[in-house]
T-cell receptor, first 112, second 115 residues
Framework: NAGVTQTPKFRILKIGQSMTLQCTQDMNHNYMYWYRQDPGMGLKLIYYSVGAGITDKGEVPNGYNVSRSTTEDFPLRLELAAPSQTSVYFC???????????FGSGTQLSVL | DQQVKQNSPSLSVQEGRISILNCDYTNSMFDYFLWYKKYPAEGPTFLISISSIKDKNEDGRFTVFLNKSAKHLSLHIVPSQPGDSAVYFCAASVDSGGSNYKLTFGKGTLLTVNP
C-alpha cells in the first residue's frame, strides 16, 4: 500500500509563479487535508475536504486553492507565489475527522 | 493565540530511561488528543490518542496521561530507545458537529535518545 503520495518532493519557485502540489491516496479515505509547517512551528491547516466535490478553508487558506474531483486526489494550487509561502507542505487523509491522519512525506517549497 | 502548547522545544534522555513529553492546552472544548511522531524528511505518523473520557491510554512502551482539570497531557516512553529520536507533536480536536473540522497542533518537541 502506497498510502498518501505527494509530488514533487522539492520545488523552487520564483515570486509570482504558480504551481500545483499533487496528492493522492489509495486508502479510500473520504477526508483529506493540506497542512503547512513553517520552521519551529506546528502544522497549520490550509484546506480540507470531506469528500469528492466538497472542500472548506482551514486556518491559513489565503493564496491557495484546492479541488476534489475524485476520492483519491486532492491537489493544492498556489497562485502568484510569495516568499511567505516558503514552507513544507503535507497532505494527509483519514477515515473520518476523529480518526488518525495518514500523512504524505511532504513537499519542501521555496519561493525566491 | 496558541491553543496547544509544547513548551519544551527539545528533550534529551539516555537510552533505557523514561522520556516525558508535555503538552498544555487552553481550549476547554478539546475532547480528543493525539500524539504524532515525525522523523526528518518524512511526514508525521500517528502514535497514540486519548479521549477526554479517559485519563490514561497505553500502547506498548507509550502511555498518554490526560489531566483535564489542569488542561495538561503528557506522553511517557518507557524504556526510551535511540529509534525514538524524533519530533513529537501534540494535537487536540473539538467535536464541533457536522463537517466542521478542528484539529490544532502544538509546535513539537525534539526528543533525542542517547545510546
Amino acid at each position: 500500500n502506497a498510502g498518501v503520495t505527494q509530488t514533487p518532493k522539492f520545488r523552487i519557485l520564483k515570486i509570482g509563479q504558480s504551481m500545483t502540489l499533487q496528492c493522492t491516496q489509495d486508502m479510500n479515505h473520504n477526508y483529506m487535508y493540506w497542512y503547512r509547517q513553517d520552521p519551529g512551528m506546528g502544522l497549520k491547516l490550509i484546506y480540507y475536504s470531506v469528500g469528492a466535490g466538497i472542500t472548506d478553508k482551514g486556518e491559513v487558506p489565503n493564496g491557495y486553492n484546492v479541488s476534489r474531483s475524485t476520492t483519491e486526489d486532492f491537489p493544492l494550487r498556489l497562485e502568484l507565489a510569495a516568499p511567505s509561502q516558503t514552507s513544507v507542505y503535507f497532505c494527509a487523509s483519514s477515515y473520518s475527522f476523529r480518526e488518525k491522519l495518514f500523512f504524505g512525506s511532504g513537499t519542501q517549497l521555496s519561493v525566491l | 493565540d496558541q491553543q496547544v502548547k509544547q513548551n519544551s522545544p527539545s528533550l534529551s534522555v539516555q537510552e533505557g530511561r523514561i522520556s516525558i513529553l508535555n503538552c498544555d492546552y487552553t481550549n476547554s472544548m478539546f475532547d480528543y488528543f493525539l500524539w504524532y511522531k515525525k522523523y526528518p524528511a518524512e511526514g508525521p505518523t500517528f502514535l497514540i490518542s486519548i479521549s477526554s473520557i479517559k485519563d490514561k491510554n497505553e500502547d506498548g512502551r507509550f502511555t498518554v496521561f490526560l489531566n483535564k482539570s489542569a488542561k495538561h497531557l503528557s506522553l511517557h516512553i518507557v524504556p526510551s530507545q535511540p529509534g525514538d529520536s524524533a519530533v513529537y507533536f501534540c494535537a487536540a480536536s473539538v467535536d464541533s458537529g457536522g463537517s466542521n473540522y478542528k484539529l490544532t497542533f502544538g509546535k513539537g518537541t525534539l526528543l533525542t535518545v542517547n545510546p
